[in-house]
């Protein structure tokens, strides 16, 4: 059974940073492109970046750009978003998200961790 | 950049009833990059259509996906109670390679 568990989240001031972690099983982790998409409270979902299976392409969404940074470590079967200079509009549940398919969709999404930046 | 309007923003519909949900993109995209999604509250998405109109895996016939260009629909062809939720739709575009999402339909109980 495919299952994606995110961990990390939390209260953090604005102008901090939190590093958010997403443990895969049952599939294999390396072969696959992975995704973080964001969920306000209350609101839609927004993409926020993603990092194709062995590390070599990485794209993110414009409002968070030179501020995460997504990362993954397939030996440990985790994908990784540093997130620095937080704003009060990144508060939110992350979801980590397997991407599939040619176009690509988003076949498992983790349970999200909430992250509230806030003073 | 490709914006994604889901309409109606919210449906009232009785068990039993059919569901019609659409999504129309700001410009036309490619049908194999359009995908719905389900989202109960306190739960993550879950994938129903990938390609417009091929169902995921496990997902029962009653859902079906259609469309081309701008328009497209998702249809629910007899509602359980279990299908009352919120449903986005989703576009990937690859120049450059971001994924937009509708701002959602919640389908509610009338």
């Known amino acids: 059974e495919v299952q994606l568990v995110e961990s990390g989240g939390g209260l953090v001031q604005p102008g901090g940073s939190l590093r958010l972690s997403c443990t895969a099983s049952?599939?294999?982790?390396?072969?696959?492109?992975m995704n973080w998409v964001r969920q306000a409270p209350g609101k839609g979902l927004e993409w926020v970046s993603y990092?194709?299976?062995?590390?070599?392409?990485?794209n993110y969404a414009d409002s968070v750009k030179g501020r995460f940074t997504i990362s993954r470590d397939n030996a440990k079967k985790s994908l990784y978003l540093q997130m620095n200079s937080l704003r009060d509009e990144d508060t939110a549940v992350y979801y980590c998200?397997?991407?599939?398919?040619?176009?690509?969709?988003?076949?498992?999404w983790g349970q999200g961790t909430l992250v509230t930046v806030s003073s | 950049e490709i914006v994604l309007t889901q309409s109606p923003g919210t449906l009232s519909l009785s068990p039993g009833e059919r569901a019609t949900l659409s999504c129309r993109a700001s410009?036309?995209?490619?049908?194999?990059?359009l995908a719905w999604y389900q989202q109960k509250p306190g739960q993550a998405p879950r994938l129903l259509i990938y390609?417009?109109?091929s169902r995921a895996t496990g997902i029962p016939d009653r859902f079906s996906g259609s469309g081309s260009g701008t328009d497209f629909t998702l249809t629910i062809g007899r509602l359980e109670p279990e299908d009352f939720a919120v449903y986005y739709c989703?576009?990937?575009?690859?120049?450059?390679?971001?994924?937009?999402f509708g701002q959602g339909t919640k389908l509610e109980i009338k």
């Open positions: 998200a397997r991407r599939t398919g040619a176009p690509p969709y988003f076949d498992y």
């Open positions: 049952g599939f294999t982790f390396s072969s696959f492109s």
């Open positions: 990092i194709t299976s062995g590390s070599s392409t990485i």
């Open positions: 410009q036309s995209v490619s049908s194999s990059s």
């Open positions: 390609g417009a109109s």
């Open positions: 989703q576009q990937y575009g690859s120049s450059p390679p971001r994924y937009t």
